[in-house]
Nanobody, 116 residues
Framework: QVRLVESGGGLVQAGGSLRLSCAAS????????MGWYRQAPGKKREQVAV???????NYADSVEGRCTISRDNAKNTVYLQMNSLKPEDTAVYYC??????????WGQGTQVTVSS
C-alpha cells in the first residue's frame, strides 16, 4: 500500500506563504485524483484543492486565487502553494489520494498556523 507523507507546514504571519508537499511512497500516476484537505479545531474536514491525473484542478471558494495545487509524477509528489495566508487558514492539512485498489488514502497531516 502506498503511503502519503505531508511536509511544509509551520507558523507564518498573515499575508505570508507556505508550500506544502505530499510525497508518496509509490507511483502517483495510478491515482486518478489527489487533493489537499484541512481540518480546523472543532470543525469538519474540508476539501481545499484537488487535481486529477490529467491536471484538472478544483479549489474551495475560500482559497480560490490564493492557492495552487500541482503534481509532479516524476517525483511522486503533490504540492499546495498557499499565498496571502489568513488566520482562518489555520488547520491541519491532509493529503488524500484515491487508489483504484485501496480506495481513499490519507497522510498523517501537517499543521499550518497563521498568526494575525
Amino acid at each position: 500500500q502506498v503511503r502519503l507523507v505531508e511536509s511544509g507546514g509551520g507558523l507564518v504571519q498573515a499575508g505570508g506563504s507556505l508550500r506544502l508537499s505530499c510525497a508518496a511512497s509509490g507511483n502517483i500516476f495510478r491515482f486518478n485524483v489527489m487533493g489537499w484537505y484541512r481540518q480546523a479545531p472543532g470543525k469538519k474536514r474540508e476539501q481545499v484543492a484537488v487535481i486529477t491525473s490529467g491536471g484538472s484542478t478544483n479549489y474551495a471558494d475560500s482559497v480560490e486565487g490564493r492557492c495552487t495545487i500541482s503534481r509532479d509524477n516524476a517525483k511522486n509528489t503533490v504540492y499546495l502553494q498557499m499565498n496571502s495566508l489568513k488566520p482562518e487558514d489555520t488547520a491541519v492539512y491532509y493529503c488524500k489520494a484515491v487508489d483504484p485498489i485501496w480506495g481513499a488514502l490519507w497522510g498523517q497531516g501537517t499543521q499550518v498556523t497563521v498568526s494575525s
